[in-house]
């Protein structure tokens, strides 16, 4: 008789956009800080279907599992479509400008074995400049929703933050790093493809903690965060991934508030965003040579065809999640 093949312990699953470079990276580092008693499988997700460089990655990394996905369906779908292939007891879903560590992986792995009630288990992230993200993040409303109104409420919001030595419960962590049970991800109906890209993170985990699940960072230990690599190849690029940042806050705001609260919380965000990007788009008219200066102008673009959109079809969603035009 043959023996049986293993089961696979972890799924690592990552969602790439032109980002091949950096991904080698996270390949070899997930070789480098893997046990060797566990069993885990790739997932490769690629968003970015005219490429043909997978080629030369999969001939580096034969052993990981390639998805072309047929269009950029976003950060969310793109997770999904890796952990319906998945096998894994475990997933764990990377960013690709991200590097693995063997004490991250092997600490958060450990973390969730022992803690059935654990939705989310990530951890710090490092930049490349040695400094640390923020770890303590909360969720959007009123007294979060403008980075005037966090500093304000600051000491209120860290009082209402369970904290130990070694360990962190946000109300959310960075989709960067989410490491999860199969059996959450179940619980939770995976990421929520209302998002195109950003703020898909904020909804899983309050979907963890709306469950009773707990949503943990560990302090002692960390990845490195290259940052924004997929999201910053261009001008045109990076003008739609800020687009979407504040159209993602607008989704966010309408899945999760009802009625006047969430009518007001709209109203003063979309007043927030055309003001503000209007005073910052006519300052920057007499210098639209520069680059910055003409990202500034492309967002005001942007955002005011987003609300005459949103106006015209009644949804809040981003014409490029793939949720558009169902709801």
């Not at 951890?123 to 969720?139: H, L, V």
């Not at 230990?221 to 910053?232: L, Y």
């Not at 927030?272 to 003409?294: E, G, H, M, Q, T």
Request: a positive charge.
């Amino acid at each position: 008789m043959g023996s049986k093949e293993r089961d696979i312990d972890i799924s690592i699953i990552t969602v790439t956009y032109k980002s091949w470079d950096t991904l080698r990276d996270l390949l070899n580092s997930i070789q480098q800080s893997i046990c060797k008693d566990l069993n885990i499988e790739i997932i490769i997700v690629d968003n970015y279907a005219q490429d043909s460089e997978y080629l030369s990655v999969l001939k580096e990394f034969p052993n990981a599992i390639y998805i072309k996905n047929p269009k950029n369906s976003g950060f969310a779908s793109g997770c999904n479509i890796g952990a319906k292939k998945a096998k894994g007891a475990y997933y764990l879903f990377l960013n690709p400008d991200t590097i693995a560590t063997k004490e991250a992986v092997s600490k958060m792995y450990a973390y969730l074995k022992h803690h059935d009630n654990c939705g989310i288990v990530s951890c710090k992230q490092k930049k490349m400049d040695g400094t640390f993200e923020k770890i303590k993040r909360y969720f959007p409303r009123l007294s979060t929703i403008f980075g005037f109104f966090r500093v304000v409420n600051n000491n209120a919001l860290e009082r209402n933050t369970k904290e130990t030595e070694n360990f962190l419960y946000p109300e959310w962590v960075s989709g960067a790093v989410v490491f999860m049970s199969s059996s959450w991800f179940s619980k939770v109906n995976g990421w929520n493809e209302d998002y195109w890209m950003y703020y898909e993170d904020i909804e899983l985990s309050k979907n963890i903690r709306n469950l009773g699940g707990e949503v943990v960072l560990l302090k002692n230990c960390f990845i490195i965060h290259k940052h924004g690599v997929s999201s910053r190849i261009n001008i045109k690029t990076t003008a739609i991934t800020k687009t979407e940042v504040l159209i993602s806050k607008h989704v966010y705001l309408h899945n999760n508030f009802s009625r006047f609260y969430r009518f007001f919380l709209q109203s003063i965000v979309l007043f927030y965003n055309v003001f503000s990007k209007l005073i910052i788009a006519i300052v920057s008219l007499p210098l639209c040579f520069i680059p910055k200066a003409r990202l500034q102008i492309l967002l005001l673009l942007n955002i005011a065809n987003y609300y005459i959109s949103a106006l015209q079809n009644g949804t809040w969603l981003s014409k490029r999640s793939v949720n558009y035009g169902k709801k």
